[in-house]
């Protein structure tokens, strides 16, 4: 299964051998669906407010999935999930969001490398150690008219530091870098984005096996 997020709406692609019966009112499901509906998808989205989750599903996904993703320009990305010795996590708020950092793969760089070179760039605490995958996200955006895909690889990481001030970059329009507990508060919820919660939703269960 694949989860996408429009417009911070969850489009879940999944195997089956037909359409999902809806949830609710809020909940749209497709089967098989044209490649020029997969390209609509955003438009739709928009002009529903209501609309919620989209469940597209067909017998092959992987096939679905490419003739998804021809639709757009893909990015890569990779980042962190940062947790101190006192158990609290980074945050950054960066254009009025609350976020995880990330950033984009350079060319012949490592996933590993990257996530900890974003992780350090835009926060400014260093001493970091990777130790674990957490989760693969995707999320839509647009760029002067050109459609994006991003994937986002996400490493769960350490910091040998207790409450280390970090340095937000501005120029990535990050305002704020905060350790924040794990009982996260309501304020950043409200103020983050549907594939931040399932990164970190990840990380408490990794967490709950160790």
């Known amino acids: 299964m694949y989860v996408v997020f429009m417009l911070n709406r969850r489009v879940c692609f999944n195997e089956s051998d037909s359409a999902m019966l809806p949830k609710r009112a809020s909940t749209l499901s497709l089967f098989n669906p044209d490649s020029k509906t997969l390209k609509d998808l955003p438009k739709f989205i928009s002009s529903h407010p209501n609309l919620k989750e989209i469940y597209i599903s067909s017998k092959n ?21 940062v947790v101190n010795k006192k158990n ?19 060319a012949g760089e490592s ?19 990777i130790t674990g995958d957490l989760v693969t996200t995707y999320h839509t955006y647009e760029v002067d ?34 350790w924040v507990n794990s009982s996260v508060p309501e304020k950043i919820w409200k103020s983050t984005y549907g594939s931040i919660r399932i990164v970190y939703n990840t990380f408490l269960k990794t967490t709950e096996v160790a």
């Open 111 to 129: 996933l590993e490398n990257a996530a900890i070179r974003e992780v350090t760039e835009e926060t400014g605490i260093r001493k970091l150690k």
């Open 88 to 106: 609290k996590v980074l945050w950054i708020n960066r254009n009025k969001h609350w976020d995880l950092p990330k950033g984009k793969v350079e």
């Open 145 to 178: 008219g050109i459609a994006h895909l991003k994937t986002t690889f996400w490493y769960s990481m350490i910091h040998h530091g207790e409450d280390t001030i970090g340095k937000p970059q501005e120029i990535e329009g990050i305002t704020e870098v905060k």
């Open 61 to 81: 996904i992987d096939e679905l999935w490419m003739r998804f993703c021809m639709n757009y320009f893909e990015v890569v990305s990779a980042g962190g999930l």
